[in-house]
């Protein structure tokens, strides 16, 4: 009985803790959301930093991740957003032999033309093609989403991005942090929140303090738990399923990161053994003369 009445205890004061602990969080956010709306930057909240395998200097892409990302596009994103600067046949760097890639634009109309009569036409993709916008041009784009075009997906992860400022910009050299586009992208996608008492949020809109233009955009939460089904066992949640969407778009933005970063490596690497030789070559040259 003494042993039922402690635990009862204990997880009373773990919930007037977390109680205490979400108040609390409520009221920075809405002091920040105020400082913020007052001096005019945004976004509110800095993005989270997040673990990518891209990440440093030797950092490589999950293709498995990819995958994933991929898909996430495909059955959320791409009712939307268009992602017209990559090619189907490009999805071979992701894993994909021919068949599939070839499998996968086919389930794409794209649009062609003109035939011999002048008139434009619809076929299955191939893969040479694009992905194709899911409207007919920016203009119809905007009708449907409130007056707002959705930035098209191919370079996203590389346009978006908040200033870090000092002193942690300059550690940022050091360790080639690069990460920025994705972290945002991550912590928008997770960052959807009921709006903090006092603050208010015009109607149609839907408060997001990591947003960079303002406290609160159009586009409601895309993404949810048990939204998308993977084929490889990974967790259906919304965490997983922001970070897999947002290193595919970084893939999409930059496609030729890992070999960027060989050519790179090996660059120093040469750097520092000519270094030496020239070194070697001074003292030589003049060892024999005095000074």
């Avoid at 969407?245 to 970084?250: D, G, I, L, S, T």
Wanted: charged fraction near 20%.
């Amino acid at each position: 009985m003494k042993k039922l009445v402690a635990s009862i205890a204990i997880a009373a004061s773990l919930v007037g803790f977390v109680s205490v602990a979400s108040a609390a969080e409520e009221h920075d956010l809405k002091a920040a959301t105020e400082h913020a709306i007052e001096g005019g930057h945004f976004p509110v909240l800095k993005p989270k930093n997040q673990d990518w395998s891209f990440a440093g200097p030797f950092g490589k892409y999950d293709k498995a991740q990819l995958q994933r990302g991929l898909k996430v596009y495909k059955e959320v994103c791409s009712a939307c957003h268009s992602m017209k600067l990559v090619s189907f046949r490009s999805l071979e760097e992701l894993g994909y032999n021919e068949a599939q890639v070839k499998a996968f634009a086919a389930q794409y109309d794209v649009q062609d033309g003109p035939n011999g009569d002048g008139e434009m036409y619809t076929r299955k993709g191939v893969p040479s093609d694009h992905f194709p916008s899911p409207f007919a041009n920016e203009e119809a784009a905007a009708a449907a989403n409130g007056g707002a075009a959705p930035p098209d997906f191919s370079l996203l992860a590389k346009a978006r991005g908040v200033e870090r400022g000092f002193p942690t910009f300059i550690f940022d050299i050091f360790t080639q942090y690069q990460e920025g586009g994705p972290d945002y992208i991550y912590s928008l996608l997770t960052g959807y929140t009921k709006a903090p008492e006092g603050i208010q949020v015009a109607e149609g809109t839907h408060f997001n303090p990591y947003f960079a233009a303002a406290t609160a955009l159009k586009m409601p939460p895309p993404l949810s738990d048990g939204q998308v089904t993977y084929d490889d066992g990974a967790p259906a949640t919304l965490d997983q399923y922001a970070r897999d969407v947002a290193e595919f778009m970084m893939w999409a933005a930059e496609p030729h990161l890992e070999e960027r970063k060989r050519t790179g490596f090996m660059v120093m690497v040469f750097l520092v053994i000519f270094a030496g030789l020239v070194y070697l070559t001074k003292k030589s040259v003049y060892a024999n003369k005095e000074h």
